[in-house]
């Protein structure tokens, strides 16, 4: 979804629950895309990275899934633990412009117990 | 920590003074980005350097904002006749020598309030 000033879109997710993070990214050249994690007070914390020759990349509990037709980034985090609770954000690269990220509005997660 | 650092982590100044931030990427990057955040926001870019030379500069970058790296490793953002708008965190990133490796590793960022 869209935010608009602090109204960022929030995903509440049970403890131990799968989360799944939307994101609709703007530019058909755009050739990388990165998922960040920001703690609050903190700085981006990179989690995982695909490039648009994959459609899927999987870590440690984390998948990122890409579709390119539509223009579409999810990430999915497996088992969501508290300390997943953070403001997630996509961000994606637009080919040969020098390695600049161009972030999404960002999605809140918190995790309940 | 190897990881990217910057200094201060807060800072505090009235309307028209001078502020200098510093970032320290990581070792053997050659790559430094600068960005801002304002809350709810995510990053937008500033400018970005190549070893010591910036090849590019947003928009945003006004007349008042300058940054350097004259020795290729640390850099430095410097805002002149800071203004309300300008509060916002700052964010430093770095990324590696390897082109086809684009992930940036962001610092903690400098948080600053304009009064």
């Known amino acids: 979804g869209e935010s608009v000033g602090l109204h960022l879109p929030t995903l509440s997710v049970q403890e131990g629950d799968n989360s799944i993070i939307n994101c609709a990214y703007s530019?058909?050249?755009?050739?990388?895309f990165i998922w960040y994690k920001q703690e609050s007070g903190k700085g981006p914390q990179f989690i995982i990275d695909i490039r648009s020759n994959m459609d899927k990349r999987q870590g440690q509990r984390v998948t990122v899934l890409l579709n390119k037709t539509v223009k579409h980034l999810s990430l999915q985090i497996a088992a969501t633990q508290p300390g997943d609770s953070a403001v997630y954000f996509c961000a994606e690269n637009i080919n040969d412009s020098w390695g600049k990220l161009q972030f999404g509005a960002g999605t809140q997660v918190v995790v309940t117990p | 920590d190897t990881g990217v650092s910057q200094d201060p982590r807060h800072k505090i100044t009235k309307r028209g003074q001078n502020v200098t931030f510093r970032c320290d990427p990581i070792?053997?990057?050659?790559?430094l980005y600068w960005y801002r955040q304002t809350l709810g926001q995510g990053p937008e870019f500033l400018t970005y350097f190549q070893n010591e030379a910036q090849l590019e500069k947003s928009r945003l970058l006004s007349d008042r904002f300058s940054a350097e790296r004259p020795k290729g490793s640390f850099s430095t953002l410097e805002i002149q006749r800071t203004e309300q708008g300008d509060s916002a965190m700052y964010l430093c990133?770095?990324?590696?020598?390897?082109?086809?490796?684009?992930?940036?590793?962001f610092g903690p960022g400098t948080r600053l309030t304009v009064l």
């Open positions: 070792s053997e990057h050659n790559r």
């Open positions: 530019n058909s050249a755009s050739d990388y």
């Open positions: 990133a770095s990324s590696p020598r390897d082109l086809t490796k684009y992930t940036q590793y």
